[in-house]
């Protein structure tokens, strides 16, 4: 078990651009999460996935973002037609069933920095 | 909707010196509470959690929380700070399974 792998850990782009994000969870986790963390603030709910079904999705994630979890095991979140507001880090989280009383175990993230 | 409030934005300590961390909920109703702790350059890691049971809470390293009712609190303790603690501490609640996270409280110990 290597944790929660996210990749890229850093990326740069310029404004307009499309990005992908993709997360590794835990083998044996079924519920996967991404969240949004800007400077000074605590992480933000974007999506929730239980296996390949996403169940519950932020308003914070507007019509140009776009996450998927082919076959429930990693997970793609797609940015189109960046914009400066988007600069954030990108967490994504798994948990087995009952994360929500238990926690959840983080990446280390996905740091955008659009230009 | 649940929320959490973290009132301490940045502490610095001296190492042995004793710590305390706000975290105040907002929801009346039974609540999940956690603290996650962000080293510098690392992932979130939990702490502690509490939802039921004993409110005083032990967690990994030394920490404890203490879950009042009455005060809609979750204070973060640690009797003893080591300049390791220097992190991000952030304050969580939960609805099913979307979390909530205060705004977090940046602490330096200084050796």
């Known amino acids: 078990d290597t944790g929660v792998s996210q990749d890229p850990r850093h990326k740069i782009t310029k404004r307009g651009q499309n990005v992908t994000f993709r997360c590794d969870p835990i083998?044996?986790?079924?519920?996967l999460y991404w969240y949004r963390q800007t400077l000074g603030q605590g992480p933000e709910f974007l999506t929730y996935?239980?296996?390949?079904?996403?169940?519950?999705k932020s308003r914070l994630l507007s019509d140009r973002f776009s996450a998927e979890r082919p076959k429930g095991s990693f997970s793609t979140l797609e940015i189109q037609r960046t914009e400066q507001g988007d600069s954030a880090m990108y967490l994504c989280?798994?948990?087995?069933?009952?994360?929500?009383?238990?926690?959840?175990?983080f990446g280390s993230g996905t740091r955008l920095t659009v230009v | 909707a649940q929320s959490v409030s973290q009132h301490n934005h940045h502490v610095i300590l001296s190492e042995a010196a004793s710590l305390e961390l706000g975290c105040n909920y907002s929801?009346?109703?039974?609540?999940?509470l956690f603290w996650y702790v962000q080293y510098p350059g690392q992932h979130l890691q939990l702490l502690l959690k509490?939802?039921?049971?004993?409110?005083l809470v032990k967690g990994i390293k030394g920490f404890e929380a203490e879950f009042i009712k009455s005060k809609f609190s979750f204070n973060l303790r640690k009797p003893s700070v080591q300049w390791s603690d220097t992190a991000e501490y952030f304050c969580?609640?939960?609805?099913?399974?979307?979390?909530?996270f205060g705004t977090g409280t940046s602490l330096t110990v200084i050796p």
């Open positions: 996935f239980q296996n390949e079904a996403q169940l519950e």
């Open positions: 969580a609640t939960n609805t099913g399974n979307q979390f909530y």
């Open positions: 929801y009346g109703g039974t609540v999940n």
């Open positions: 509490y939802f039921s049971g004993d409110p």
């Open positions: 083998s044996e986790h079924n519920r």
């Open positions: 989280a798994s948990s087995s069933v009952g994360g929500d009383r238990y926690g959840y175990t």
